[in-house]
């Protein structure tokens, strides 16, 4: 089985910046597209970005876009999320999963499993 740790939340002003990673155990990561997803207090788990094995294609939710970058290194086993010029609203626990059977990057968390345990993420005013 796949296990997914992530890391790298925190506590953040308006306007700054945290780099997320997301890694998987075992020797290489999985040949399959990655998503980060987030749950604010109160709300359904979000889509956030994806991103294919081979760094080709990448996908990202409207609210995020221009200011997230997701990027892999199958290398390190590793998944990142640089997440800049950061909002109040972009606090909530953010995770990573894999879609098993994906090849092309898609926004439905249906598709994603071995969910890691969350990292959270926030961001004051």
């Known amino acids: 089985q796949v296990q997914l740790v992530e890391s790298g939340g925190g506590l953040v002003q308006a306007g700054g910046s945290l780099r997320l990673s997301c890694a998987a155990s075992g020797r290489t990561f999985p040949n399959r597209p990655i998503g980060w997803f987030r749950q604010a207090p109160g709300k359904e788990r979000e889509f956030v970005a994806a991103i294919t094995w081979n760094n080709v294609g990448t996908a990202y939710a409207d609210s995020v876009r221009g200011r997230f970058t997701i990027s892999r290194d199958n290398a390190k086993n590793t998944v990142y999320l640089q997440m800049n010029r950061l909002k109040p609203e972009d606090t909530a626990v953010y995770y990573c999963?894999?879609?098993?059977?994906?090849?092309?990057?898609?926004?439905?968390?249906?598709?994603?499993?071995?969910w890691g345990q969350g990292t959270q993420v926030t961001v004051s005013s």
């Open positions: 999963a894999v879609d098993v059977s994906g090849v092309i990057v898609s926004r439905d968390v249906r598709r994603y499993d071995h």
